[in-house]
DNA sequence: AGCGGCCGCTAACACGATTTAGCAACCGGC
DNA sequence: GCCGGTTGCTAAATCGTGTTAGCGGCCGCT
């Protein structure tokens, strides 16, 4: 069978001390405590030696932390994008030091309840709660016991966490920039959700957010959205079916997807109708899903930080974990993490 | 701050009874060592009343068994498919009780024994080994001290673990099969590898054994390929350029793509010729991904069972544990995982 | 000589569970 | 009245670590 794995015991034995002794060297305790330097590293060699790690099961019996933090979402294999929140947070994670256990509910309370319980019973220091659109939530309960932070979702009411979330009114905002600085005025149509506020599909944050920004920036600049279709799931056939009828009425010089799946459908409408993407008709759109670049032309898109959206949850979860540590409030604000635009190819200036 | 848990010992002490008593019940060994039902039936009602739930991290310390396994792979971030071997391998932790540390280790040695160390040091009673596209790997020497299966990877050199894998062979087949028996007998040709068995990417497993089972069916059949091209890599833009190129010279009735990517890149230079799918050429593709029933029309595509494969792990590795706690020699065949056709509309019978 | 103080180390307990060994009480048989 | 066996429970050891309290020895001062 495998090998017995060394202990403190047989490092203290090694070097000829206690226990104790050898616990206070390696836990960088010896100076303070007067341990004398050649017993210091008689310790330190035969911890060396003998190829010692502490077993962190030990130690969390003992300190109460596990060095492990739990990552719950809703799902995790919806896109590559859910990949690369888990792995920002894999990666703040180890530069503590720190595993992580995932999770996913499927939207189910009582999975949710098991998991967040499983994790509990493990000790978790903390837990990162994600979801893999954004969206407001309602708080479990069991959130409340241990540190956790709220990953791409809003709490549906005021509690005390602290949450990380997208920052996309400003991006709805960028993608407007993107289509006036290349000189649209006239015929800028929305795929997806719009023209007014009110026309988004229900349950998201991205579709308020998104158009919010949108009107913001096209508002202030006095250009009239020219129309808007809100689809009732944002997948390409949706795309391709708003786009498609609207071409039966009109031709737009201009569109506004809000996001990538509905552009690779508007982007397979416009060339049914034989319309050039950008010569014809440019295109933009949020997300920076893999397929924009794939899809000829490239796609202009404003990218969800996924990636960024992860670390900075983990970052947020180990300053909530000082805070408790230190008998501080929590820290109930929500961050927003900017959305940087991706120029590619599908946006020009319009036609004279 | 957090209420304290509530630990064994007050269970006992709410039941009046020792907590030797208590744990005896609670662990369902209360009938077997003599322990009155009035006493089980306290001991259980003081449990539920103050939802007693035990902590893992003692039980692990006292029992050497964690309820967890770790997942290794060297990245979770490529493309969805990552994210459903996770899920498939999370559900099958799930109906265990299971949780699942995840780490990736970007294909570094370093990193890599790091991963495996932390997750020995937290006692996991076994690891997925996993590679997020097959191939053959040298097995980390840290692997054999735990139980581990290797997920989607084949071990360089014999060893004593086992593996699972896609049927890739059988799926080279199948594909083969869906153009014979729509009736292809000329103008067949290969994009991302072939014709020859040599011509493959290097570093694959995918790229021979598709290969090896499309000509195998094909030469059977007495169907000569009439022509291939390999890609060094298989993303869209390489698919785009190896279709074009065929083009140029000829006019292929049906293309067999070693994957989606590829696929998609071939799609678009068929449409840039004017070429209609299925109507003038039929696609075949692998690995069914989202994109495949993005793009229009549908694709036929021999499907990557990730969710599967995941599970499948999960199951042989558990598989492992109970032999090793039984003393018998561990298991190292590999598993092989059938690769679904999914039939949609990229396939017609060849042009009279 | 007696006493206080420092130095360098160790004994012993705690964390929360499991498990082995054994104790007290009762019963029956001779 | 003593012995042996069964019943029903508990004391105590154990897992590997961190931490507190304390012990013996030496020095210096009066």
């Known amino acids: 069978m495998s090998p017995r794995r060394v ?19 390696l836990s960088g305790r010896g100076r303070e405590l007067r341990i004398s330097q050649s017993v210091e590293r008689r310790v330190l ?100 016991t241990a540190p956790a932070v709220l990953l791409n979702a809003l709490p549906a009411e005021p509690c005390p966490l602290p949450s990380v979330v997208p920052d996309e009114i400003e991006a709805g905002r960028a993608a407007a920039r993107v289509l006036l600085d290349a000189g649209h005025r006239d015929g800028i149509h929305l795929v997806g959700a719009g023209p007014d506020i009110d026309d988004v599909p229900p349950g998201t944050v991205a579709g308020v957010e998104r158009l919010t920004g949108i009107r913001d920036v096209l508002d202030r600049a006095g250009v009239e959205i020219a129309g808007g279709r809100v689809c009732p799931d944002w997948q390409p056939e949706h795309g391709y079916a708003a786009t498609a009828e609207l071409l039966e009425r009109e031709r737009p010089r201009a569109l506004v997807c809000l996001n990538d799946r509905l552009a690779l459908g508007a982007y397979q409408a416009l060339d049914g109708a034989g319309l050039k993407v950008p010569d014809d ?29 992860g670390r900075e949850a983990v970052d947020v979860l ?35």
Chains 1, 2 share one sequence.
């Open 7 to 25: 202990t403190m015991t047989d490092v203290a034995k090694h070097a000829g001390v206690s226990r104790t002794t050898a616990s206070l060297v």
């Open 45 to 144: 060699e035969a911890a060396q030696e003998l190829e010692y790690r502490p077993d962190i099961v030990s130690q969390s019996m003992r300190t109460g932390t596990t060095r492990t933090i739990g990552f719950v979402s809703d799902t995790v294999a919806t896109s590559r994008l859910a990949g690369d929140m888990i792995k920002g947070a894999l990666e703040a994670a180890r530069e503590r030091g720190v595993m992580l256990f995932i999770g996913e509910t499927e939207g189910e309370p009582d999975l949710e309840r098991g998991l967040l319980e499983a994790m509990q019973d493990r000790r978790v220091d903390g837990i990162v709660f994600a979801s893999m659109f954004t969206r407001t939530i309602p708080v479990p309960a069991a959130l409340t």
């Open 281 to 309: 008709v440019s295109v933009v759109s949020f997300d920076d899903h893999p397929i924009a670049t794939w899809i000829r032309p490239k796609l202009t898109t404003v990218a969800l930080p996924h990636h960024e959206l």
């Open 318 to 352: 180990f300053a909530e974990i000082d805070r408790r540590r230190e008998g501080r409030d929590p820290d109930s604000r929500s961050r927003r993490v900017p959305m940087p635009v991706r120029r590619r190819d599908s946006v020009a200036a319009p036609r004279a």
